[in-house]
């Protein structure tokens, strides 16, 4: 199933927390950004480095939890992001690094520079990166809205995401 990236949006605002004002939400956004890009490549290093099993499940996880953060930025700058097209991306020839280490120089520019090229490119790094581990970006989009549904079925609350069990 193809979830496009605007329904993604409009499924993960459902469970955002939206009585923080909106430049708190772009700090709770960029926080997680950075977190989730953190734990991917926290995975990464253990694998490559330490001997590790690579567990594309929790990639996968991760993966989408990023692209929560992402789309959830874009919605607090107006961008509906109905103009990327996460199925016609481009292939790269980066390395892992070298796109990891692209994403967090871009979630870093956000503050400075929210236009929508910047939010273009970052999704599209994001797609590469999943691309690069063999992962789908639609089943990192679906899982992550599931695990959502199921933490939040009456949406975002502090005391649901406090007592949170899934």
Known sequence: MNMRLTRFQQEAL???NTTLPIEKQQHMCLYGMIGELGEIADHLKKHLFHGHKLDIVHLNKEIGDLLWYVVVYAHTIGDTLEMIDVY???KTKMS???IIMNIHWLIYQL???SHSTRM???IWKIVQLAR???ISIDHAMNANIEKLLKRYPDGFSPEAS???TV
Request: charged letters at 20%.
């Open 120 to 122: 273009d490119g970052l």
């Open 132 to 134: 690069y581990l063999r």
């Open 14 to 16: 459902r469970t955002m």
């Open 162 to 164: 406090i007592n949170r």
């Open 88 to 90: 016609q991306i481009p």
């Open 96 to 98: 892992l690094l070298g």
């Open 111 to 113: 503050p400075n520079n």
